[in-house]
């Protein structure tokens, strides 16, 4: 630990160093001298230093990400980077693709007392294997949720914002409208899916048609819309359950000529930067990422500080719709 | 440790774990039954267990990854977890984005011994810093390097692919080429630059303009192409240093109506997904990403178990030019 390393180099104990970081003001000048000359000379910060023997953290947390090739988890995870080293934390990733093994392996870190918490991205359907694994730690759930659950979470509300698409594409005069969905062991694609099965009733439309892109990738994307292109009938419009899906769209239309909004229109979902520059440009949902993670860190400091257990919570932040050129 | 919590749900000694582990036939075969029995309801793997018991490892390395956002190091990592778990290792991340303080606090994880070395990413600048925290422990640097360090690495050879496009793109008549670069103080900028230079000189071009973009994404890149167009003299072709830019490049071209590549040709750099998707397709250095993870997980793996010091390499694997629309 590093107390240990500035006592050897300053040549006084341990105790001394804790008294100097505590501001005590039972230590001989000379002594306090050589620490904070051994403190500057090893480069570490004081505050850090001292708030982590007052309390025994380690300033660690670990984020466990469901796919770090997703840009999406990308922007959350740099949310929760900000506040994190805002309040003297640093982070630990794990890319689990919500494989519980990976999982698994990880959260040793937290039965180890390496780090003070974690922040998930997983799957719902891991969350009560997690649970058996994670018990009292504290522990937020991000971008991904059960209201059901004892662990506090952030995301946004997936079944309106997937409703409000639908009303903005009818309103255009799309009556055909498809879905490109995901994997459905996430909660936010059982809800994306929810929320474009109940725009259509509402809106009494006949069409309906939902394909599953294997990956979470362009190639992806573009294939979910050349196989749904085959059907007798067309959509006139489609939405993807992610941008880098709904690039994928763009380009396979692109491809086959079709025009973009007229023939099809595309919306995604996420408003990761690439919605900005496909061509046309993407409408999209855009959700709070860099919120999303922000929030998930204060509420895992809240249940770290605290002495007693703290009431677990669901923040649902809000998302916009941004209008571009493909609808 | 998990042959702790095995042993209690069984009601044995570690050491009697220990001995169903290594197969030892000194077990009792109802104390056998009984370990097996708590290694199922706790969901271990025997054989992870049993190589951690003989070698006293962790199973687990990290990985110092320098831009989660950027595409390129999440194909890395996919080679480096894809080796790794064939191997029983597991990986934790940090962002270092080439931060030391970022990387000191993620290395504590060496010196407590919860990982057994270290793959980096960071920036050249970096390596003799970290070289002082890492000291002897088993390492290699990743997707950039020091021919002159102790430090084992893969990477590909920058200098000769960067030629290689300029000569490509000279064969079409191009005669202007411009460079978009990122941040120099990593080794992969200045050999890329490098290379850019070498190749204007060896033919005799006069023609030179480099532009430095802010962030490794789409709107740096297309900023960068937007203040380059704004030059007395233009361009008949662009090369950047990575895809996600080079991406920005062809949207920023497109909204101003240049013909690509009649007008000015675009190349990239990589060979991420987002190549195959622009409108035009992108030109652009493939970089076997997945496969420098791979081989930064067995230099690795080499080190971790090898009883004596092994000798540092520096591997630079091949790449190769895939011409597309853009160029």
Request: aromatic share 4%.
């Amino acid at each position: 630990m590093s107390v240990q390393k500035i006592a050897k180099l300053a040549g006084v104990s341990v105790a001394t160093v804790s008294r100097v970081l505590n501001d005590s003001p039972s230590v001989k000048a000379v002594n306090k001298e050589k620490v904070l000359a051994a403190i500057k000379a090893l480069n570490y910060q004081p505050n850090l230093l001292a708030r982590q023997l007052r309390t025994s953290r380690t300033g660690m947390i670990l984020a466990m990400v469901s796919n770090i090739a997703n840009p999406f988890c990308a922007a959350v995870v740099k949310g929760i980077e900000r506040e994190a080293e805002k309040n003297g934390y640093r982070i630990l990733l794990c890319n689990t693709e919500s494989d519980l093994e990976r999982s698994r392996s990880c959260l040793q870190l937290l039965s180890g007392k390496m780090v003070d918490g974690v922040i998930t991205m997983d799957a719902i359907s891991e969350l009560p294997e997690l649970q058996n694994i994670i018990g009292d730690a504290p522990w937020v759930q991000c971008a991904e949720y059960d209201p059901d659950s004892s662990v506090s979470s952030v995301s946004i509300d997936d079944i309106s914002a997937t409703e409000f698409v639908i009303d903005q594409l009818v309103k255009t005069g799309k009556k055909r409208i498809a879905l490109i969905n995901h994997d459905l062991s996430y909660q936010y694609a059982q809800h994306r899916e929810l929320g474009y099965l109940d725009g259509l009733k509402r809106h009494g439309l006949a069409y309906c048609e939902i394909i599953y892109a294997d990956e979470l990738d362009y190639l992806s994307g573009k294939e979910a819309v050349l196989s749904l292109l085959k059907n007798a009938q067309r959509p006139d419009a489609i939405l993807a359950i992610s941008d880098v899906l709904a690039a994928g769209v763009i380009n396979g239309l692109n491809e086959l000529n079709v025009a973009i909004p007229e023939d099809i229109a595309v919306v995604g979902f996420d408003g990761i930067d690439i919605s900005q520059i496909t061509t046309p440009s993407l409408s999209t949902i855009q959700q709070p990422c860099k919120e999303i993670g922000e929030m998930a860190f204060s509420l895992l400091l809240q249940q770290i500080d605290s002495t007693s257990s703290v009431k677990r919570v669901h923040h649902l932040l809000p998302w916009t719709f941004i209008k571009r050129q493909s609808s």
